[in-house]
Every structure is written in structure tokens, then in C-alpha cells.
């Protein structure tokens, strides 16, 4: 196979599947909820995570043993790969909008790991010197190959946006030292922590070295054999339980099933393995049938990072890591690509706007690590120059012991353009609805350029507008998302019925033709399925692709949300002030009744009033707050 197109600016480049992705050239958000948060990524985060990075010693470890560098390896075993990502952030940025600045930043970064790299192609700064473990010695926990993978991933960044230099060459030196080492005549050890699986086979779509794609292959075959050493957490924990063709669900550590998976598609679409696709599929559909919070949230067990069993969903315990969020996108993702199965799309939606929107802080300077869909005790303010040690929940921090989160998170929504609009066999499909310009080729090479226009989330009405195109007629396909009862498509003053799953209009479009998109966005009650045994008995308030949650500021008590009882016989309604009400009350707390018993004597309860909610992306941004989203019916 020929190189993908090296400059395509695309997170995810296969060659083959149902659609094709745009890059950051075709694709830009212009206005709206999504660029306000790109904007923030740009002018806090990226500085933010920076100075933290230098701070806490993780950008001086590159310089262990010069002349001016450290004696010692600071923060985690796995501390490069935070510098990794932040790069890929940087670097997805700066293909969005041009900042010479940051570029060079990313230059110095760039010559500062390569310094760091040895003779034969090995890099990382915390294993193989003098006084530090020998490499590759401690493949369960290590993650070296991880780190590996991150830095794979930034360079393809880097690449697909600047093109080869530097950072293609070191990445490229570690991938050839990973395929020496655990090739099909090497170790056959495997990472605890997947990465560098998806890693090499993007590093094959760059450069169409073959040597790559294999090296993928094989750690994704020698997975599930227990070859890792025995620890309390199993060995499903770092998916080594089962190989991952006869594996049923996604089980574990979440994020490293994740990962795992969005790698097995990139393996499974380069190797033309359809079984192998088909499996990773049933695996990603249970998870999301049976181990996922409403939020579209992965991962309910703090001790391990971990989903729990089937319908183990606790909101007040719910781990829901930012980072399982743009892992679970990650697959997502790859998956929609290979199928063209819209259903995909709507996960994606559902993710973004309740974890990933919810993960930063306003300015960009702080973050959510773990995502509760339930706060008991008010959060706490934490100063801006403290690190957390505790990465299991609490409020937004501005760093974390394990930062993980921040450069994952700026990743994704610095290159969140390239995943709302795909390609098809002869048109364009819309995903996503933002404010955005996209101008790109059909297969048959003709041009064509579109603009979207909508205040989405907060309003349901789209506006789709061609502004180029060479002629002929071609498709344009709509995701009509599942929620969205009642959804019309206006084409030349005839409005039509669109029900959930897609609508395409084609036509010869002419410049300035228009579709117009309406989405109901009327707030609605969500009932969870009766096995989630954690929220039986309530109800969940959405509205669009938005959920919502009741939440009370310490400094403007609302009540006792533990006590907090709603009607489920009065639906929800849009308040003026941009909220959503619904009918409930908070009685009084009473600290001696004995919590068993028959039914609870509600004589001295208060009547039903209006109780505002907001959305959840919102919460915890008032001060220290209780909240919760699963709402108990009266
Ligand atoms: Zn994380």
C-alpha cells in the first residue's frame, strides 16, 4: 500500500472502510460551543499543561545525565508519554490555526526527546540508565511500549501536519528498535497498557512500511494469553485474560481496553481481517449496552480504573476517566469509518458533550480526572498551584500526580474538526452539528464546500449550505440522532419527516442551496434499564444530545439532593433562564430514622414545586457543590 497522504491532517487515516475521514484542511469549527472550547485549549490548556510539565520535572527528564540535566527520574513510570501527547495536542492546534509560536515550541520539544534517544533507537527516561531498571524489565507496569506508542502518535501528528521531520525520524528509530525487539524472532512480551498497537499501525498508514502493520498484528495476537505476570487486579485488568478474538465485552482497566480495541480495528481494516472487526464490534456494542453510564461515561470501579460487571453502575462511585472518554471516541470512531453505521456517531455525541465537555474548566487550567454522576459531599476548592495526589474524583484540579486527562482531552478537541463530516462513495455525510466551513473532493474528484451554521446544542435548527461545487449531482447524508423524535429536513420550502438513523438529499447542488435541519430539542425523562440496580426508581432528565443534572451550591443551598424526590408524571420543561424544571421536593433531613423498613411515612414531606436543573457539562463550576443526575421518583 502507498502512504496515506502525508499532510492529510487526519487523526485516523485508514485505507480502506465504509467512509473516509477529512482533515484539518477540509474541516474547520468556526463559531459555537466546540470553538469556544478549542479556543481554550489554545490560549489555557496547552500553556497550563506546559508549565505544570516543567514544574513536576517531566520535560527535564529528557535531559537525565547531561551536563545541566537532572541525576534522577521524576513523576510516574509513564511521565514521557504525557510530554508525547501534549505534542500531538500541540501539533493538531497548529494545524487548525497557524501559530508560529507554538511551533517552535514544538521544535524545542521535539530536539529535547531526541537527545534523550539511544544509540540503537531506544527512548524513554525512565528505565536503561545507570541506577534506574534495566529496559524492558518490567513489561506489566513499565510502559515502555506505551510511552512509545504516544510518541508514535504525536510524530504522525506532527507529520500530518507539517510534514516528515524530527519527530517522524526519532519515532520512526523507536518503532524499528520495538519491531527488533518483539518481533516474530524477538521477545514475545506485551505492554500492561495497549498504545502502541493503534500507534504502529498509523506509523504504516504514514509510511507504508509493512514492518509496522505486522508488529501491531502480533501483539494484538499475543494478547489474552496470560503472559503478563499474575496481580490482585487479574489479568483481565490489562486485557490479558482472553485472546481478543474470543473475548465477548471490554473488561478491565478501561482505558487500556480501549486503547486495545481502537487498535484491533486499525489492525482488522489493514489486514482486510473481517472477523476480526466483527468481534471488536459485538465487544464495543455489549460494552455499550451494559457497561456504560448515560453520560456515554466507561468505568465504574475506582480501585483498578476499571468497568464493572454488566450493569455495575453506580453513580456516587462512577470512575468515568476523561481518558476513557477519547479512548471510547478513539473507537468509536474507527468504527464508524469501517462500518458507516451511523449509531457510532450518536456514541460519539453522547460522549462528547457529557464527559468531554464536562472534563475542563472554563479557562482551560484546571480538569476532571474521574466523572461522578453523583456528589454526596460538596466538593472542595483547591488552590491553583497545588498538585493532587488522588486522581479518583473530587473537583477539577489544576494537575494531577497521574495527568493523563489535560493532553488527552486537548488531543481530541484540537483536531475535533476532522470528525464531524465524512466522505462516502459519492457524497458527503454530516455527523456532527457545529458551527463549521468544510471544502473537500469527492471520490470521483470533483470539489465541493459546505457550510454549517446552528446554535446546537442550545437550539435544534441547522442550517447545511453548499458554497461550492464542480456539479453533477452527489449525496449529502444527515445523522438524525436517535433522540431527535419529530426531526424534520427542509429542501426547497418542502419539509419532510426524518426519522432516527440518516437522511440524504441528493441533487445537483448549486452554490448557495441550502438544507435546512430541525432536531426537537424538548427536554425529556431517560429510565435506565431495571438490572442497573444502582439507579432503579429514578429517572434522568436529557435534552437534545444534553444531560442534565440537580445541582446545589454550598453557597446557595438548594436542599439535601439526597432527599431530593421528583415527579416523573410532569415532564420537564425549558425555564427561561436556560435551565430545565422539573416537579419535585426536598424534605428535611432526619439523621436518627433507621434507613429499612416499610414504606417511608411521607406525611411531612413538602409539596411539589419547580426544581431548576442544568446541564451537567456545567456543574462544579460554582464553587464547592453537591449533585447528582439519576433523580429519585416520588
Ligand atoms: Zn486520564
Redesign the pocket.
Same mark, same amino acid.
Given at each position: 500500500m502507498a502512504a496515506s497522504d502525508p499532510t492529510g491532517g487526519r487523526p485516523v487515516d485508514p485505507s480502506g472502510g465504509a467512509l473516509r475521514p477529512l482533515g484539518l484542511a477540509e474541516a474547520r469549527i468556526t463559531a459555537g460551543f466546540w470553538a469556544d472550547r478549542q479556543r481554550v485549549i489554545s490560549e489555557g490548556s496547552l500553556d497550563h499543561a506546559r508549565a505544570w510539565m516543567d514544574k513536576v520535572g517531566w520535560t527535564a527528564n529528557f535531559t537525565i545525565g547531561n551536563a545541566t540535566g537532572p541525576a534522577e527520574h521524576r513523576g510516574r513510570e509513564f511521565a514521557d508519554s504525557e510530554v508525547y501527547k501534549l505534542i500531538e495536542a500541540m501539533s493538531w492546534d497548529t494545524g487548525r490555526r497557524p501559530d508560529p509560536a507554538r511551533v517552535r515550541e514544538i521544535d524545542e520539544l521535539v530536539a529535547l526527546i531526541g537527545g534523550a534517544q539511544a544509540a540503537d533507537g531506544y527512548l524513554n527516561t525512565a528505565f536503561g540508565r545507570p541506577g534506574q531498571q534495566p529496559r524492558w524489565s518490567d513489561l506489566a507496569w513499565g510502559h515502555e511500549l506505551y510511552c512509545a506508542g504516544h510518541l508514535i502518535q504525536a510524530a504522525v501528528a506532527s507529520t500530518r501536519v507539517h510534514g516528515p521531520g524530527r519527530l517522524l525520524e526519532i519515532a520512526q528509530r523507536v518503532a524499528d528498535h520495538v519491531c527488533a525487539t518483539f518481533g516474530k524472532d524477538g521477545s514475545t512480551g506485551i505492554c500492561g497498557h495497549p498504545e502502541i498497537e493503534p500507534a504502529l499501525v498509523e506509523l504504516y498508514r504514514v509510511t507504508g512500511e509493512r514492518r509496522y502493520l505486522d508488529q501491531a498484528a502480533l501483539f494484538v495476537e499475543r494478547r489474552g494469553h496470560q503472559s503478563l505476570p499474575p496481580h490482585h487486579f487479574g489479568a483481565a485488568y490489562a486485557s490479558d485474560d482472553q485472546p481478543v478474538r474470543a473475548a465477548t465485552v471490554l473488561r478491565g482497566h478501561a @482505558?487500556r481496553a480501549l486503547y486495545l480495541a481502537a487498535g484491533v480495528v486499525d489492525v482488522a481494516v489493514e489486514t482486510g481481517d473481517t472477523e476480526l472487526l466483527r468481534v471488536v464490534a459485538a465487544q464495543f456494542d455489549r460494552t455499550w449496552a451494559r457497561r456504560t453510564y448515560l453520560t456515554g461515561g466507561m468505568g465504574s470501579r475506582h480501585m483498578d480504573e476499571a468497568f464493572g460487571d454488566d450493569f455495575v453502575l453506580p453513580s456516587d462511585r462512577a470512575y468515568s476517566? $476523561? +481518558?476513557?472518554a @477519547?479512548a471510547a471516541i478513539m473507537l468509536a470512531w474507527r468504527l464508524l469509518l469501517a462500518t458507516g453505521e451511523t449509531r457510532y456517531a450518536d456514541m460519539i455525541e453522547r460522549i462528547l458533550y457529557n464527559v468531554v465537555a464536562t472534563a475542563i474548566e472554563d479557562d482551560g487550567r484546571a480538569f476532571f480526572?474521574a466523572h461522578s454522576l453523583h456528589q454526596r459531599t460538596p466538593t472542595r476548592a483547591l488552590p491553583d498551584d497545588e498538585e493532587q495526589l488522588g486522581?479518583g474524583g473530587g473537583p477539577r484540579a489544576p494537575w494531577?500526580e @497521574? $495527568? +493523563? +486527562?489535560?493532553p488527552?482531552v486537548s488531543r481530541l478537541l484540537a483536531s475535533l474538526s476532522t470528525y464531524l463530516v465524512a466522505g462516502d462513495d459519492e457524497g458527503l455525510r454530516i455527523m456532527q452539528y457545529a458551527t463549521a466551513a468544510f471544502g473537500t473532493r469527492l471520490p470521483d474528484g470533483r470539489r465541493v464546500a459546505l457550510e454549517m451554521a446552528t446554535a446546537y446544542p442550545d437550539d435544534g435548527d441547522v442550517t447545511i449550505r453548499v458554497t461550492a461545487t464542480d456539479g453533477g449531482a452527489w449525496p449529502i447524508t444527515l445523522r438524525i440522532p436517535a433522540w431527535a423524535a419529530g426531526a424534520t429536513v427542509t429542501v426547497d420550502g418542502v419539509t419532510e419527516p426524518a426519522g432516527a438513523g440518516t437522511v440524504t438529499v441528493r441533487r445537483e447542488f448549486a452554490a448557495g442551496d441550502e438544507i435546512r435541519l430541525h432536531l426537537p430539542l424538548a427536554p425529556r425523562f431517560s429510565t435506565p434499564d431495571p438490572r442497573i440496580d444502582a439507579v432503579r426508581g429514578c429517572v434522568a432528565v436529557e435534552r437534545g444530545p444534553i444531560v442534565y443534572c440537580a445541582e446545589s451550591p454550598v453557597a446557595e443551598p438548594l436542599g439535601d439532593l439526597d432527599l431530593l424526590r421528583v415527579d416523573p408524571a410532569r415532564p420537564p420543561v425549558d425555564d427561561a433562564a436556560g435551565g430545565v424544571a422539573v416537579w419535585a421536593r426536598i424534605a428535611a433531613p432526619d439523621n436518627r430514622r433507621w434507613p429499612y423498613g416499610d414504606r417511608h411515612d411521607e406525611a411531612d414531606e413538602p409539596p411539589l414545586a419547580p426544581i431548576r436543573l442544568l446541564p451537567y457539562h456545567r456543574w462544579a463550576r460554582r464553587g464547592p457543590t453537591t449533585m447528582r443526575v439519576w433523580l429519585p421518583s416520588v
Open positions: @482505558v476517566e $476523561s +481518558c476513557a @477519547v480526572y486522581f494531577f @497521574v $495527568s +493523563c +486527562c489535560l488527552n
